[in-house]
T-cell receptor
């Protein structure tokens, strides 16, 4: 049963610390998304990769956030330094975008980040 | 530009009664439309999708949605609510052929009373 795997599921850290979240997309998918979910803002797109190339990271605070795909099986989202306002659930999703349109996105179960 | 409005942030129904979750969209392009469900502490799961084929779309768990272009709506319905349907539901619009142009609605929390 193919699924998107995210680690860690929960992370509590102190302000100023570096946080790295990892995502293993479904094998064969050509797109990977990072979303952030908060009560106030709902779901926000942070970054988007197609075929491992970053296509859109306009939703990401550039000074502290970075997203990479070192290989097809791993996507990372790093926050350095972390701040309390970064507390949220971070979702990774993968999918297969074909010429005829966007197919289904498969979401991981999220990484719940708490920055004290 | 595209946007999605979910008209109700909370909906409460009794078990066994019909469910209606409302969604209106705007899009400059021919859109694809999706409904996703999120159970507590879980990721989002696709319920159904419309991609310019039949306007009445059937999904999992007895849900269905009807695409009405004249009303720019894509409301989600179910004839009879089950306790396990209690969750958050998201309406999503996608610009065709552009996987990054996904716009999420604000979500509707469905509560089901026994």
């Amino acid at each position: 049963d193919a699924r998107v795997t995210q680690t860690p599921r929960h992370k509590v850290t102190e302000m100023g610390q570096e946080v790295t979240m990892r995502c293993q997309p479904i094998l064969g998918h050509n797109t990977v998304f990072w979303y952030r979910q908060t009560m106030m803002q709902g779901l926000e797109l942070l970054a988007y990769f197609r075929n491992r190339a970053p296509l859109d990271d306009s939703g990401m605070p550039k000074d502290r956030f970075s997203a990479e795909m070192p290989d097809a099986t791993l996507a990372t989202l790093k926050i350095q330094p972390s701040e309390p306002r970064d507390s949220a659930v971070y979702f990774c999703a993968s999918g297969l975008v074909r010429r005829e349109g966007t197919g289904e996105l498969f979401f991981g179960e999220g990484s719940r980040l708490t920055v004290l | 530009a595209q946007s999605v409005t979910q008209l109700d942030s909370h909906v409460s129904v009794s078990e066994g009664t019909p469910v209606l979750l409302r969604c209106n969209y705007s899009s400059s392009y021919s859109p694809s439309l999706f409904w996703y469900v999120q159970h507590p502490n879980k990721g989002l799961q696709l319920l159904l999708k419309y991609t310019s084929a039949a306007t009445l779309v059937k999904g999992i768990n007895g849900f269905e949605a009807e695409f009405k272009k004249s009303e720019t709506s894509f409301h989600l319905t179910k004839p009879s609510a089950h306790m396990s349907d209690a969750a958050e539901y998201f309406c999503v619009v996608s610009r065709n052929n552009a996987g990054n142009m996904l716009t999420f609605g604000g979500g509707t929390r469905l509560m089901v009373k026994p």
